[in-house]
């Protein structure tokens, strides 16, 4: 038998998304809501509620990174999350290192990164989605990795290292 509700609550199970750590200016966010929404050309979406400083410095700068980080680096994805970034050095508090981009600040423990450039701002409730074109990847090529997953509600998993191929 189900329950039914009209909203994600504790009654809901947990949707597990893939998360980055979303760089903007000097600042970090962990970010779940995210998804590629173009392949040519390479365009991304990601959605982030106004109360957030990165929302205010996404608005200011229109240049971000998305930061894909091994499943090790989870504790980063708690403390960024967990304070907020006006005059707060999260860098220094999660122990990542800070690397320049070509156009966004890029953390070097990445194991993939997205720099994007926002060319579109929408609202359709409680998140703005930044439409964004992806201008470079960084890649490097650790095939030995382990995503993270955000389960909601401050938990987080990973995928297993032997996942389940099917055959064509």
Not at 82 to 109: C, D, M, P, Y
Request: charged share 25%; with cysteine.
């Amino acid at each position: 038998m189900f329950s039914t509700t009209t909203k994600l609550d504790e009654t809901c199970h947990a949707q597990p998304r893939p998360t980055v750590l979303l760089t903007c200016a000097d600042n970090i966010m962990p970010l779940s809501w995210h998804t590629p929404i173009s392949k040519e050309p390479f365009r991304y979406a990601i959605c982030v509620r106004d109360e957030n400083y990165s929302h205010e410095l996404l608005l200011k700068h229109r240049e971000f990174a998305l930061n894909f980080l091994d499943h090790s680096f989870v504790q980063a994805h708690q403390i960024t999350g967990a304070i907020h970034g006006r005059g707060v050095n999260k860098f220094k508090e999660s122990g990542l290192s800070e690397k320049k981009g070509a156009n966004a600040t890029l953390i070097e423990e990445a194991y993939m990164i997205y720099e994007c450039c926002v060319i579109d701002v929408l609202n359709y409730g409680d998140h703005d989605v930044f439409i964004a074109d992806v201008n470079l990847i960084h890649n490097k090529q650790n095939k030995d990795v382990s995503p993270t997953l955000f389960m909601g509600r401050g938990a987080y998993e990973t995928i297993s290292k032997n996942p389940t191929q099917i055959k064509r």
